[in-house]
């Protein structure tokens, strides 16, 4: 099993950056795929961000691309997610997770099912 925590997060006004930080321990998660997701109080976790093992591969939601960049250094394994921009509604707690399984489905952006481990949330919250 793979342990994660986060740090990072915090309050920002509109237009301002945050960079959140995933900390991986136990069974190495090199050696999988990463990702960010984030609920909204009321909604359902949404997938942000993802990023292959190697690193070369990234997917993004469609809302934060341009804004929020994924990034993994696997000599520390540990991921990033750099958010600049943020909007009032980039408002939620931020998860980072690792799928523990090999295989990746490129057609779609993945789902919570996707990843077996997780963190226990970083609050963001974007003022107007």
């Known amino acids: 099993q793979v342990q994660l925590v986060e740090s990072g997060g915090g309050l920002v006004q509109a237009g301002g950056s945050l960079r959140l930080s995933c900390a991986a321990s136990?069974?190495?998660?090199?050696?999988?795929?990463m990702g960010w997701f984030r609920q909204a109080p009321g909604k359902e976790r949404e997938f942000v961000a993802a990023i292959s093992p190697s690193g070369t591969y990234t997917r993004y939601l469609d809302s934060v691309k341009g804004r929020f960049t994924i990034s993994r250094d696997n000599a520390k394994n540990t991921a990033a997610l750099q958010m600049n921009s943020l909007k009032p509604e980039d408002t939620a707690v931020y998860y980072c997770?690792?799928?523990?399984?090999?295989?990746?489905?490129?057609?779609?952006?993945?789902?919570?099912?996707?990843?077996?481990?997780w963190g226990q949330g970083t609050q963001v919250t974007v003022s107007s």
């Open positions: 136990g069974r190495a998660a090199r050696a999988y795929f």
């Open positions: 997770a690792v799928r523990i399984r090999p295989g990746w489905d490129y057609t779609r952006d993945p789902s919570p099912s996707d990843f077996g481990s």
